[in-house]
T-cell receptor, first 114, second 113 residues
Framework: NAGVTQTPKFQVLKTGQSMTLQCAQD?????MYWYRQDPGMGLRLIYY???????DKGEVPNGYNVSRLNKREFSLRLESAAPSQTSVYFCASSEHGGSYSPLHFGNGTRLTVT | GENVEQHPSTLSVQEGDSAVIKCTYSDSASNYFPWYKQELGKRPQLIID?????GEKKDQRIAVTLNKTAKHFSLHITETQPEDSAVYFC????????????FGKGTSLLVTP
């Protein structure tokens, strides 16, 4: 099992460009999450999908959209990138999205917006 | 994340010493309290977790203690080794966000030989 796979690993965008970060998990998990990590800020939740067919905003959703394409895949889209979105993005999944459900993380996407 | 505080933000210990990191949270409804370790350039990985009906859990050199009344839990690492050097995050569950984890800002632990 690959676990949680994110693509791309690195990306450089110019301000105003758009892109989609892809995430897939092969653990048959129900819930999926997108976090961003900035120096000294920990990980902050952007969007989550508690189950297939549902998506909800997290702590920092502005400037992002998500799609839960199917049970395996959860993508994050930046419609018009801004320098403030320079960050490391982590996708994660959990088995059932209820309590006592640890998160399994992908290896991250390092995004730079110039 | 919001309303989760970790202390200290940096910690330097000598190899063989113990390290303790404390996490306070505000959501009294939280029932799940994990700790994650993140090495430089890597993804966060779960190292230990505890449920609210348990006061302490131990796994070899690592332990977590929970005081639900006071709303804090702590990570204890004994006999520290250089490979314990990393950033550690507490991440109590957030019942308002689909049980997503609400991460603290992290503690950078350095273990010197």
């Amino acid at each position: 099992n690959a676990g949680v796979t994110q693509t791309p690993k690195f990306q450089v965008l110019k301000t105003g460009q758009s892109m989609t970060l892809q995430c897939a998990q092969d653990m048959n998990h129900n819930s999926m999450y997108w976090y961003r990590q900035d120096p000294g800020m920990g990980l902050r939740l952007i969007y989550y999908s508690a189950s297939e067919g549902t998506t909800d905003k997290g702590e920092v959703p502005n400037g992002y959209n998500v799609s839960r394409l199917n049970k395996r895949e959860f993508s994050l889209r930046l419609e018009s990138a801004a320098p403030s979105q320079t960050s490391v993005y982590f996708c994660a999944s959990s088995e059932h999205g209820g309590s006592y459900s640890p998160l399994h993380f992908g290896n991250g996407t390092r995004l730079t917006v110039t | 994340g919001e309303n989760v505080e970790q202390h200290p933000s940096t910690l330097s210990v000598q190899e063989g010493d113990s390290a303790v990191i404390k996490c306070t949270y505000s959501d009294s409804a939280s029932n799940y309290f994990p700790w994650y370790k993140q090495e430089l350039g890597k993804r966060p990985q779960l190292i230990i977790d505890i449920r609210s009906n348990v006061g302490e859990k131990k796994d070899q050199r690592i332990a977590v203690t929970l005081n639900k009344t006071a709303k804090h839990f702590s990570l204890h690492i004994t006999e520290t080794q250089p490979e314990d050097s990393a950033v550690y995050f507490c991440a109590p569950e957030d019942r308002n966000s689909g049980y997503a984890l609400n991460f603290g800002k992290g503690t950078s632990l350095l273990v010197t030989p």
